[in-house]
T-cell receptor
Framework: DAGVIQSPRHEVTEMGQEVTLRCKPI?????LFWYRQTMMRGLELLIY????????DSGMPEDRFSAKMPNASFSTLKIQPSEPRDSAVYFC?????????????FGPGTRLTVT | AQSVTQLDSQVPVFEEAPVELRCNYS??????LFWYVQYPNQGLQLLLK??????LVESINGFEAEFNKSQTSFHLRKPSVHISDTAEYFC????????????FGKGTLLTVNP
């Protein structure tokens, strides 16, 4: 299995631009999670999906952030407009969910820099 | 609110010394427990997990952790560390019924010195 795939691995953009991060979960997994990691705040859960349905988006910092999961093999996290304080590493993780257990498997992350 | 506490933010040790990274969580109701490891510039990797059964669980690279229900702890141990074990270690807890959401500790940076 290829594991969780994220793209791009690095993104540098200017303040005000739209940023879209992409994630392909492990095939067969029912749960998908988006996290943000910074030195100041550590690892934060932004949103998670079960069977493509958003379950809890209470971690999404502002309306500038949105996430979608149009099918079982693809999810996006969009920031519009981006701000310098959004600079962080964004991780996507997937898990078996109800089908098999609560563990999560992380992708390599997208390092976002907003200038 | 449910929480996970990793008491030590940094643990420096010498190569071949034993190490214990501590993890406590806030509630004694049914839980699933995990340790993740993050090497520099990489994602988190699942190191080991406790779901049920034996309270002592082991990883393939010599780490072990013991679920202690009465003390609500899940400390990670290794009898002899290597330079390559240098990484950040995260404890995570899933409280059953919370829709498989994990609550992470703030991490412990293990630095193994020669």
């Amino acid at each position: 299995d290829a594991g969780v795939i994220q793209s791009p691995r690095h993104e540098v953009t200017e303040m005000g631009q739209e940023v879209t991060l992409r994630c392909k979960p492990i095939s067969g997994h029912n749960s998908l999670f988006w996290y943000r990691q910074t030195m100041m705040r550590g690892l934060e859960l932004l949103i998670y999906f079960n069977n493509n349905v958003p379950i809890d988006d209470s971690g999404m910092p502002e309306d500038r952030f949105s996430a979608k999961m149009p099918n079982a093999s693809f999810s996006t996290l969009k920031i519009q407009p981006s701000e310098p304080r959004d600079s962080a590493v964004y991780f996507c993780a997937s898990g078996p969910g109800l089908a098999g257990g609560p563990e999560q498997y992380f992708g390599p992350g997208t390092r976002l820099t907003v200038t | 609110a449910q929480s996970v506490t990793q008491l030590d933010s940094q643990v420096p040790v010498f190569e071949e010394a034993p190490v214990e990274l501590r993890c406590n969580y806030s509630s004694s109701v049914s839980v699933y427990l995990f340790w993740y490891v993050q090497y520099p510039n990489q994602g988190l990797q699942l190191l080991l997990k406790y779901l049920s059964g034996s309270t002592l669980v082991e990883s393939i690279n010599g780490f072990e952790a013991e679920f202690n229900k009465s003390q609500t702890s899940f400390h990670l141990r290794k009898p002899s560390v290597h330079i390559s074990d240098t990484a950040e270690y995260f404890c995570a807890v899933n409280w059953r019924g919370s829709n498989y959401k994990l609550t992470f500790g703030k991490g412990t940076l293990l630095t193994v010195n020669p």
